[in-house]
């Protein structure tokens, strides 16, 4: 072989080489043949820091974007229409403060975020206070709630809060014993500052077993007879956000007031 030859030889085998090299940094040699080595990126765990500035900023957006869609919303104006004609009953025409319990944790919660900028809404249609309270809330949301000018309860008191003044209760699917509690608080004549907007007490009533309403929620059972309850139609996109909801008002100021 002369020396010419020997030199393409040598070139060539320095090409191949190079060329494996290159191709050894994207792939992996598998039984079936090469797969592809992706370049892992890096995380950007900041954002999922619930004590980091872009955690908070991220939690807000999202609120944000979901109270601009809440407020042109038809499930808005359902809410509003059955307030109103719950209030058309009442010696008080006005939401004079919107008391909100139970919500959860809204910033992972889609629905909890959907529930919370609903009474925020409301909050501003009736240019009223909002008072919120659930043990679950983080810091983050607790900042958010104080930027939305929704004013913290200081205490769980386990919906035992008595209505001195017009007060809608916003209780997006709460636990039957929390409407319970805010009857028991509130019954004889300041059960006609109630508005409850919760589950449907007929539903509750109904699908409770009677023994558990006599000895666990004696208040749902008996104000049974004095609610007007005035369904809240569900047009939401996401039908389990606000699902069998409805307004319930006192306006009979005759409410017993023996205990039950």
Same mark, same amino acid.
């Given at each position: 072989?002369?020396?010419?030859? *020997? ?13 494996? %090299?290159?191709?050894?940094? &994207? ?9 592809? !080595? ?11 820091? /619930? ?7 991220? !939690? ?15 499930? $808005?104006?359902? $809410? ?44 501003? =249609? ?10 679950? =809330?983080?810091?983050?949301?607790? *900042? #958010?709630?104080? /930027?939305?000018?929704?004013? %913290?309860?200081?205490?769980? /008191? ?12 916003? %209780? ?6 929390? $409407? ?6 509130? &019954?004889? /004549? ?39 309850? #005035? ?9 389990? !956000? ?19």
């Amino acid at each position: 072989m002369d020396v010419i030859s *020997k030199l393409r030889e040598s070139s060539t085998q320095n090409i191949l080489t190079s060329s494996n %090299l290159r191709r050894s940094q &994207w792939c992996e040699m598998e039984e079936d043949g090469f797969k592809l !080595v992706k370049k892992k990126k890096k995380k950007n765990y900041e954002q999922f820091d /619930e004590e980091s500035p872009l955690y908070l900023e991220r !939690v807000k957006k999202k609120f944000l974007e979901v109270k601009g869609m809440m407020v042109d919303s038809l499930q $808005f104006f359902s $809410f509003v229409k059955s307030i109103d004609e719950g209030l058309v009953n009442l010696d008080s025409p006005k939401v004079e403060e919107i008391v909100c319990y139970g919500l959860g944790n809204f910033s992972k919660s889609p629905n909890a975020r959907y529930q919370y900028a609903m009474a925020v809404e409301l909050s501003e =249609f009736y240019a009223c206070p909002l008072l919120v309270f659930d043990p679950v =809330f983080t810091e983050p949301e607790k *900042k #958010i709630l104080e /930027e939305m000018r929704s004013e %913290l309860i200081p205490r769980n /008191e386990m919906g035992k809060r008595k209505a001195t003044k017009s007060t809608l209760f916003f %209780l997006p699917h709460c636990p039957r014993e929390l $409407f319970n509690n805010i009857l028991l608080a509130n &019954w004889g /004549e300041s059960l006609a500052n109630c508005i409850i907007a919760g589950n449907n007490l007929a539903s509750i009533v109904e699908s409770t077993p009677s023994r558990s309403l006599k000895n666990e929620f004696p208040y749902l059972v008996n104000s049974f007879e004095h609610a007007e309850i #005035i369904e809240v139609k569900n047009t939401f996109q996401f039908l389990d !956000v606000f699902n069998d909801m409805a307004v319930h008002v006192f306006p009979n100021k005759k409410i017993l007031n023996s205990v039950c």
